[in-house]
């Protein structure tokens, strides 16, 4: 099973400054990634698959990056709707395995 | 419109079964694998199960494994989560999910299963 490791557990930042959150897979997942975002008492969001593609309706603000076993999403101007938790899964290998999750406060 | 709705959560006893559903509706129902992912309170999002879109082929987490069975009535474009022998540590909310073949596109609002005596 491939373990999805996020970094950092939380992560302060300021509204309008740049977020950049991290996921490391135990092997290479090619840019089989996606990210999502969950709000308190709300169901996951999908934002980002293929490692970097948006989903449908998702701002352009947020972004993805990397391939392999290194992948970041960056949120270049934070907005207060976008404080929440976000979580990177791969669906390169079975079974899909999720990261831990990282959750991005006001600072 | 996708909409997932699931219901059939609750509060069951130890050792107890509880049958989950999940309504789908604004797609080709048959077109998906469709997945079982549930988060305990507090906690990260774990997947439990899936299947084929044809229903003749399932997975399970083995957590849940000879415990849970997932099914699909393609006629009434419903997904089914039967949980058997419930434990203190299946807690957790429940969505059912689309899986888009590139990530999990659409969630459910999610249905919370209480294990508790």
């Known amino acids: 099973e491939i373990v999805m490791t996020q970094s950092p557990a939380t992560l302060s930042v300021s509204p309008g400054e740049r977020a950049t959150l991290s996921c490391r897979a135990s092997?290479?997942?090619?840019?089989?990634l996606a990210w999502y975002q969950q709000k308190p008492g709300q169901a996951p969001r999908f934002l980002i698959y293929?490692?970097?593609t948006r989903a449908t309706g998702i701002p352009a603000r947020f972004s993805g990056s990397g391939s392999g076993t290194e992948f970041t999403l960056t949120i270049s101007s934070l907005q207060s709707e976008d404080f929440a938790v976000y979580y990177c899964?791969?669906?390169?290998?079975?079974?899909?395995?999720f990261g831990q999750g990282t959750k991005l406060e006001i600072k | 419109e996708v909409q997932l709705v699931e219901s059939g959560g609750g509060l069951v006893q130890p050792g107890g079964s509880l049958r989950l559903s999940c309504a789908a509706s604004?797609?080709?129902?048959?077109?998906?694998?469709m997945h079982w992912v549930r988060q305990a309170p507090g906690k990260g999002l774990v997947w439990v199960s899936r299947?084929?879109?044809?229903?003749?082929?399932?997975s399970y987490a083995d957590s849940v494994k000879g415990r849970f069975t997932i099914s699909r009535d393609n006629a009434k474009n419903t997904l089914y989560l039967q949980m058997n022998s419930l434990r203190a540590e299946d807690t957790a909310v429940y969505y059912c999910?689309?899986?888009?073949?590139?990530?999990?596109?659409?969630w459910g609002q999610g249905t919370l299963v209480t294990v508790s005596s």
């Open positions: 293929g490692a970097s």
């Open positions: 999910i689309r899986d888009s073949y590139e990530g999990f596109d659409y």
């Open positions: 604004g797609f080709t129902f048959t077109s998906y694998w």
């Open positions: 092997q290479s997942v090619s840019s089989t």
């Open positions: 299947i084929n879109g044809d229903g003749s082929s399932t």
């Open positions: 899964q791969q669906y390169n290998n079975w079974p899909y395995t």
